[in-house]
């Protein structure tokens, strides 16, 4: 089991910042990738970043390359993706996702708003 909390979202003006927080807890968190997804209203869910706990490995959708980090402190088992340049089309519901590498399982946070208003 892993349990995923997530915080940091909030209302911002464009090209403004904001740093999401995903703090994870569970067994093995090694074992596990973990990722951003989010889903704007009336959209279908996007994937956004993901990352090992090693911090290798990001990867990132077009959309947000260049402007979103991913970043994973496994001293904390948290993963932050810091987002910059933020744009009214980044708007949507920001999830927090853990995906076990040995059958791609994953595990979900509760999300968190996130508004960019123009």
């Known amino acids: 089991q892993v349990q995923l909390v997530e915080s940091g979202g909030g209302l911002v003006q464009a090209g403004g910042s904001l740093r999401l927080s995903c703090a994870a807890s569970?067994?093995?968190?090694?074992?596990?990738?973990m990722g951003w997804l989010r889903q704007a209203p009336g959209k279908a869910r996007e994937f956004v970043s993901a990352?090992?706990?090693?911090?290798?490995?990001?990867s990132y959708a077009d959309s947000v390359k260049g402007r979103f980090t991913i970043v994973s402190d496994k001293s904390k088992n948290t993963v932050y993706l810091q987002m910059n340049s933020l744009k009214p089309e980044d708007t949507a519901v920001y999830y927090c996702?853990?995906?076990?590498?040995?059958?791609?399982?994953?595990?979900w946070g509760q999300g968190t708003q996130v508004t960019v208003s123009s």
């Open positions: 990352i090992n706990w090693s911090g290798g490995s990001p």
């Open positions: 996702t853990a995906r076990r590498l040995t059958d791609n399982y994953d595990y």
């Open positions: 569970g067994r093995t968190l090694s074992m596990y990738t």
